[in-house]
């Protein structure tokens, strides 16, 4: 088919048209030569002048760090602007340092000296903070007088601030300065700016790459006469992102008065009781929901200027340390579930085991008396949890390395029975132990985490207490038999009652949360997600960019009847009027609870005296949380850590709007007044401690 052709005619231009605009495009061009011939020729030689005389210089904007923001959405961590006073250095600019100093001096209400020492401090670097946080007197002098201050320009700059005090303080941790002892990493390796500020302890170390965004430049035009103009920022800086905690802002704040009330409310012991711990975890996932170091400290104070205030307290204390993470103690009669389930899981006893507690046990010829001086009779392994008796375990333990009727097995020599079977038997005691993370990181994301320890008598030392390399000694037995070892006979009963042992609150709150979800275990942490730095979390339409997953660490296969055992043990203990968590503040309580105390003997500051230990974890048909309490000194087990861990419980489910009756609930939702009235967010500033 033929196409169509076009009805449309082009327009001409009219000649005229053409001619007058050709004429115009000539006469432009004309006097655009003739104007550059004018600035070549005639000006030129002026405006080189000048060209020498300006100069662009670049200075480093930094970025405002991320935000740190609780479960339920409390800003936990955050930046606040201020402005800041730098001396950029700026080539073929005349600067009299010592004139400047001395009109700024009076203003930024310092010395001369002082002054000119920061002006001369990194000569090689474009520029140096020379004041912080400056005053509008100090802003606007600087404005009416730029002509006389070249090179001394404002900028903003971004302070950390912890709103809440000392909530989550050593989950949160604090920010400082680049150091000599860390340039290399982050100035060298990683391109940060010399001040900038870094997280040096807790989340805003651990996340610090996160946190901390990345600095911009921004472009200054400096004529010779000092005055000042910007061009621009050219990249801008990106703020860090937001990052988003496990913990519950207000369970958080109930956790800490709880632990800090209950020390102090009693005149004898807040004076000898010098640290506590207690971390609250979910079962199901692992995810940190409370975590306590007591005493407490303020991150402010190492970003405000007052910390030489606080210095005393500081090193007086142990605030500075997460005891949670940190400070391995000994668990006591706490990890006999776990030597319970070594015995039944490797057939040394049954559940209908019976031993015959006279109130004590003959090792050679030494007497091991029981907690209970009269005994209890005869007694099996559940009576054994529930009772706590030592004398089963002693017993349970001496079994383990065969030995029985007051006589190493088969007659053999200690020589030969101490690099065999009682090895043998001190890995299955604290391999038990190990298998649950105890003893063990728990790889919770937190810098600085310690791990436990395992310790038997040297009976080549004076029978000196030194550590027993589990590890070690169990791939020599596997590949050689034995394992060179010098060990003394009551070790076994020593270790399975848990006084060869130290371990941290986040290991001992790993185990129990192991045992209740039946032998899973996970990883505890404490990140929940990460937001981009123009949202927040639970923001409508907010995404995370990283979300934090469960991480299951071990699977342990356990005998459903061995666990059972076990389990019931643990009840009776919270459940029955014979229980030690029943008579240490668990009597009645309508969520029933499973657990177990420990009372282990330690030295502090010169004194005998005991560390009060408990695990549990509750409901007990359905377990949610899990919780472990350490308080060196603080007694009996059911003198303070069971009465502390049955509070956590008790604050946990009326949060959660649980077993209780609706008068006692509490809000998830964080009381900002009511924190601020606490004893537990006064304490670090009052230097309240024994």
Do not use: C
Not at 225 to 245: A, E, R
Not at 376 to 381: D, I, K, Q, R, T
Not at 590 to 610: C, E, F, M, S, W
């Amino acid at each position: 088919m033929a196409k169509k052709r076009s009805t449309k005619t082009r327009r001409k231009m009219p000649a005229s048209r053409l001619w007058f605009i050709s004429g115009m495009t000539t006469l432009a061009f004309t006097s655009l030569i003739l104007r550059m011939g004018y600035l070549q020729v005639v000006q030129g030689a002026t405006y080189r002048t000048d060209a020498s005389n300006v100069a662009v210089v670049s200075t480093p904007v930094l970025p405002p760090r991320g935000y740190i923001y609780s479960s339920n959405g409390t800003i936990l961590a955050r930046d606040q602007y201020i402005y800041d006073a730098y001396l950029a250095r700026v080539p073929h600019v005349h600067q009299d340092y010592r004139k400047m100093a001395e009109l700024l001096a009076p203003i930024f209400h310092t010395t001369v000296q002082k002054l000119l020492q920061k002006m001369n401090t990194s000569p090689l670097s474009p520029q140096v903070r020379i004041a912080q946080n400056l005053s509008y007197t100090a802003i606007s002098y600087i404005s009416e007088h730029h002509h006389q201050l070249p090179g001394i320009e404002i900028q903003t700059d971004y302070v950390r601030q912890y709103p809440l005090g000392d909530l989550a303080g050593h989950i949160l941790g604090y920010v400082g300065p680049i150091t000599p002892q860390n340039e290399s990493y982050y100035v060298n390796k990683l391109h940060y700016l010399n001040n900038q500020t870094v997280g040096e302890t807790g989340i805003e170390a651990e996340y610090n790459k996160y946190l901390e965004g990345k600095a911009g430049y921004e472009q200054y035009l400096i004529h010779s006469n000092g005055s000042v103009k910007s061009l621009g920022l050219l990249p801008p800086p990106q703020s860090g992102d937001n990052i988003q905690l496990t913990i519950n802002s207000a369970y958080q704040a109930e956790a800490q008065k709880i632990v800090s009330d209950f020390i102090q409310r009693d005149d004898v012991m807040r004076y000898e009781i010098n640290s506590a711990s207690a971390v609250v975890l979910n079962v199901k996932t692992g995810a940190v929901l409370a975590l306590v170091s007591y005493p407490f400290y303020n991150p402010n104070w190492f970003v405000d200027g007052n910390l030489m205030k606080h210095e005393k307290y500081l090193n007086q204390t142990s605030a500075l340390i997460d005891n949670a993470i940190q400070s391995p103690e000994y668990p006591g009669s706490s990890v006999k579930p776990a030597n319970a389930l070594a015995g039944l899981e490797t057939g040394t006893i049954t559940p209908n085991t019976i031993v015959d507690d006279k109130g004590y046990l003959k090792i050679g010829n030494r007497i091991f008396h029981n907690w209970y001086l009269p005994g209890f009779g005869p007694v099996n392994v559940i009576l054994a949890l529930e009772h706590s008796d030592d004398t089963f375990f002693y017993q349970l333990g001496m079994w383990f390395g065969g030995w029985t009727n007051q006589h190493y097995p088969n007659h053999e020599s200690y020589t030969q029975w101490v690099k065999t079977r009682f090895v043998k038997a001190m890995d299955t005691i604290f391999g038990w132990e190990y298998k649950f993370g105890l003893g063990q990181l728990t790889g919770i994301d937190l810098p600085g985490e310690v791990k436990g320890q395992f310790y038997e008598e040297d009976t080549k030392k004076n029978y000196e207490e030194v550590p027993y390399p589990l590890l070690k000694a169990e791939a020599s037995m596997k590949k050689y038999g034995y394992f060179n070892n010098w060990g003394a006979l009551p070790d076994l009963a020593f270790a399975d009652i848990g006084q060869s042992q130290e371990f941290t609150p986040i290991e001992m709150a790993q185990y129990v949360m192991t045992l209740a979800d039946k032998g899973v275990k996970y990883r505890p942490y404490i990140l929940k997600a990460i937001y981009p730095a123009n949202e927040v979390p639970g923001a409508p339409g907010s995404k995370p960019i990283y979300t934090m997953h469960p991480k299951v660490q071990a699977r342990i296969q356990l005998n459903p009847k061995d666990l059972h055992a076990v389990y019931q043990g643990m009840y009776l203990m919270a459940n029955a009027p014979g229980g030690l968590l029943y008579q240490g503040g668990f009597a009645g309580s309508p969520y029933h609870a499973a657990g177990k105390t420990g009372t282990a003997q330690i030295v502090l500051n010169g004194k005998r005296v005991d560390d009060s230990v408990t695990i549990a974890f509750a409901p007990f048909h359905h377990p949610q949380i899990a919780i472990a309490v350490m308080v060196p000194g603080g007694g009996a087990s059911t003198t303070t850590a069971s009465h502390i861990a049955h509070r956590l419980f008790n604050a946990y489910f009326e949060m959660h709007h649980e077993y209780f009756p609706q008068s006692q609930w509490l809000s998830d939702h964080f009381q900002a007044t009511a924190w601020l009235h606490s004893f537990a967010y006064k304490q670090p500033e009052e230097g309240v401690l024994p």
